[in-house]
């Protein structure tokens, strides 16, 4: 169980191009899910909090306007990069909050690595 | 604010050896703490975690102690495998803070040699 997947794996854009990626918890609800950016060999940094029904809670530094995301059900987040530089090339990972236990545990989704020409 | 700090890598060891993978922790309250893995390619995977000062997280041979005096939540293994050779992330939640966000450590890549 507490399996989460991301769609697409894999992306390739052109600049000044948005791309949108998904998040889905396969068998169970989550009303918060996070996403991370994680640069090469590098640790995850979160950029935002999901929550379904409600506005993202952005981290500091990380604009709001260029990564817009949405959590429209219990089982789906999207983050879409708007407007994406090749700055923006890194791989996303999202996770899944499962708040049935203690601690509350976070399941990752497998990444998407997105390249911006 | 809460932080936490691995052993720097990269680790190389030679397949059957002994594994130790410091990580220290800085936090305000009673954090729970967790010992993440990466493969390449792919998100992470919870290896093991721990609630409360001297409980023991294990699984798959990995073990990690909870040490409230040293705030540490050092990773090890007896015998590691070539399939261990992955990047490894301490981190820590503090349950107290609302979203129970994750903060994680640098990571640890570890390669194992056959």
């Known amino acids: 169980g507490a399996v989460v997947s991301q769609h697409p794996s894999r992306v390739i854009c052109k600049s000044g191009t948005s791309v949108k990626i998904e998040c889905r918890s396969l068998?169970?609800?989550?009303?918060?899910m996070f996403w991370y950016r994680q640069f090469p060999k590098q640790s995850l940094m979160l950029m935002a909090t999901?929550?379904?029904?409600?506005?993202?809670?952005?981290e500091q530094g990380v604009e709001k306007d260029k990564f817009l995301i949405n959590h429209a059900s219990l089982t789906l987040s999207t983050l879409t990069v708007t407007s994406a530089h090749p700055e923006d090339s890194s791989f996303y990972i999202c996770s899944a909050m499962v708040t049935s236990g203690y601690p509350y545990e976070q399941y990752f989704g497998p990444g998407t690595r997105l390249t911006v020409t | 604010g809460n932080s936490v700090t691995q052993m720097e890598g990269p680790v190389t060891l030679s397949e059957e050896a002994f594994l130790t993978i410091n990580c220290t922790y800085t936090a305000t309250g009673y954090p729970s703490l967790f010992w993440y893995v990466q493969y390449p390619g792919e998100g992470l995977q919870l290896l093991l975690k721990?609630?409360?000062?001297?409980d023991k997280g294990s699984n798959k041979g990995f073990e990690a102690t909870y040490r409230k005096e040293t705030t540490s939540f050092h990773l090890e293994k007896g015998s590691v495998q070539v399939s261990d050779s992955a990047v490894y992330f301490c981190?820590?939640?503090?349950?107290?803070?609302?979203?129970?966000?994750?903060?994680f450590g640098q990571g640890t890549r570890l390669t194992i040699n056959p």
């Open positions: 721990a609630t409360k000062a001297d």
């Open positions: 981190a820590l939640s503090d349950q107290g803070q609302g979203a129970q966000k994750l903060v």
């Open positions: 068998d169970f609800q989550a009303t918060t």
């Open positions: 999901s929550n379904e029904g409600s506005k993202a809670t952005y």
